[in-house]
Structure formats: C-alpha cells, structure tokens
C-alpha cells in the first residue's frame, strides 16, 4: 500500500494529498506517519514536506471538528447513545473529561485510536465550542512537529538497511518502521496513561 502511494504521489500527487487528508481524518497517526515515511523518501518532490503538513493539519482540524459535532448532534438521541454506549474505555474517558477536558484533547493525538472517542465525548458534554476549538488546535499545532520528527529519526535510523540484500526491498523496510512506529506510540500511550494516573488520580 505505501509503495502504491508512493507511486501515485509522483505521478498525482493533488490525487494523493486528497488520499491522505481523507485517510487521516479516520485513522489519525498511523496514516500521518505513513505519508512522512513517504515524503522523507522524496516521492512528494521539493514542496513535500510543507504540503504534506498542511494536508495532515488541515486533515487532523476537520477530524476533530467532525468528532466535535457528532457529539454535540447526537446527544441524547437514540443512535447517540448506541454509539456512546460502544465507545471504547468510555467510563474512563467520562471521567477524564469532567476533571481535565483540556488535557484530554491534548492527549488524544498520541494515543492511537482515542481521539474519535475523546473528541466524540467532549462534544458530547457540549463543551464551549470556543475552549474546544483553541484546545484542539494547539495539540495539533504540538503533535505534528513531534510525529515528523519521529518519522524522520525512524527513516534516517533504518537506512543503512537498504545496503543489506535482506532489506533492499522498499516493503520490508517500511514495514520494520512502522512496526516500531506502532511499538514507540504504545509505549507514549503507557507513559502518557501513567501520567494521568499520578496527576489526575484516573
């Protein structure tokens, strides 16, 4: 799937860019990481970089403001509960939020996975859309600069591979990278749960 990404980047990147901005609003940093692993490989061209993190940014914003009104449309309907019934680590969350919303917001970018169910929930309890809005936009503004620099420690790290027969294939690489992508985000995941436990007694 990357190289195929890769591919059409240099051949359409406008095409490419909507594929990622699209991509990102639903599985959030694994998909950022895999268009920075791209881009550091120079399948975006010269302006790659800046456009790419505008594309995740803006990406990222309209997830966030799409999570946000959901949650606020759908309270106290009868699919709003559904979904609020299924969101994962709910009770948790509910409790994270009436202490701290604010931090939550900011933790949502780096935990994988969370940021449809703490977005949804904070919309949910109709937080001001104001405080929301300033809140999200700083933590991306923070977590964007951070996933870039992971990505570019983990493209530069591993390419002395490349001049290993075993790792020659573009594929085998980057699965190696994303595979520590996924393995360094549990361990900010845990890190960041145990912060929150010592501060937030959660």
């Known amino acids: 799937m990357a190289s195929n990404l890769g591919l059409l980047a240099s051949q359409n990147p406008f095409l490419a860019y909507f594929i990622i901005y699209v991509i990102t609003i639903f599985l ?18 010269e302006w790659g970089i ?9 990406a990222d914003m309209t997830g966030d403001l799409l999570w946000y009104s959901l949650g606020r449309a759908f309270r106290d309907t009868r699919v709003g509960n559904w979904i609020k019934k ?10 994270a939020l009436m202490m701290n919303g604010k931090k939550w917001i900011f933790l949502s970018k780096f ?8 977005i949804f929930s904070i919309g949910w309890t109709r937080m001001e859309f ?8 700083l933590s991306i503004l923070i977590w964007i600069p951070i996933l870039l620099g ?8 591993l390419s002395p591979l490349r001049a290993m027969n075993a790792f020659h294939d573009f594929e085998w690489i980057f699965f190696i990278g994303l ?24």
């Open 50 to 58: 800046p456009a790419l993190i505008l594309t995740i940014f803006l």
């Open 130 to 137: 104001k405080k929301f809005f300033r809140n999200s936009l």
């Open 86 to 95: 299924h969101l994962p680590g709910r009770v948790r969350i509910e409790r």
């Open 28 to 45: 959030g940093n694994i998909a950022a990481f895999v268009s920075f692993w791209l881009v550091f490989q120079g399948y975006f061209g």
């Open 150 to 157: 992971l990505a570019y420690g983990l493209v530069s790290g």
């Open 179 to 202: 595979g520590l992508f996924i393995f360094l985000d549990y361990l900010l995941a845990r890190v960041v749960g145990k912060i929150l436990e010592r501060r937030e007694g959660i």
């Open 111 to 118: 935990v994988y996975a969370s940021s449809f169910p703490v």
